[in-house]
């Protein structure tokens, strides 16, 4: 129980980065407009809508330091009261991981180089290795990292993308599972995943999806995430970077994206001129009140203690399976 209440109060506790102001991280706009102020956990946040592009944004921006200090020692100690995988998240990182490469197969061919940006506890570089393909990893948190080395002896940077590496390096496929929204400079860093890419290499990209109206409005707003997209603003951004969706996406999200490398940026990245006016518009809509009146609010609960359920069993079942000794054969 005192672990629930240190996880509890971790969270609570506001994250005090003092930051500086920025323009925007995709188009470079000054022009922008307050959508909260406040996190998920009711702590002072500023996020900002830019009135150009609609990407969204904290204001003020944490600087480098203070982000490398908050992700090698504090994001998952707070979010989670262990700064190491716990049985549950290695459960449901290894079943998600699974998934999550059999979607991306048809992209790879055997022995094929992948790199994963926030590679987490590294269940999907273990999945990936075993199905014969050449893994390593970025982890900024410096538990994760640890334990991708010793306990799957992965090849893993304990640091961000910045500041790792990579030589000469190319890939076939680069993957980023909830890492983009982490940056405070999304477009410097997928610029720099487009230079290690082979030329007819892929990359993967997996963020929350901003633009769902339905959902509770601070849902995604925490001090971990700089960046806040929808499916417009993804695209623009990768576009920009050097990138095209794939035609055929096998992930069936709007914010979760299969790209192919283009040559270079592409000149008409702009492809959405109007999306940040719809952003705004649907972001003066998104209150609290509205949000608990709706109906659709309600229909999603059975949804959500299905899931809820199924990942506590699947932890419960993990965590004995861990304390049982290996059967020799
Ligand atoms: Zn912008």
Redesign the pocket.
Known sequence: MSAFFKIRWGRYRRVAFTGSHQP?P????NDSVVIGRLDRWFNPLVNVL?R????IFLDPMPTDEELDRYYRDQFWSRSQGSDEPTAKTIAKDTRYSRGRLALLAPFLKLGARILDVGAGGGEFLLAARQRGYEVEGIEPSAGYARYCRQAYGLEVHAATLADTDLGDKQYDLITCNHSLEHMRDPLRALQRLHHHLKADGHLYVSVPDLGDPHTWPLRYFHAGHMCGFTHETLVMIAAKAGFAPVERQPFGSDTTLVFRRLPASDANWFRFPDHAAAAEQQWRRRTALRHLLSPRTYWRVPGRISYFLRTRALSIRSAVALKRPQRQT
Do not use: D, F, M, V
């Open positions: 925007c995709l188009c470079g706009g830019c150009r592009c609609g990407l």
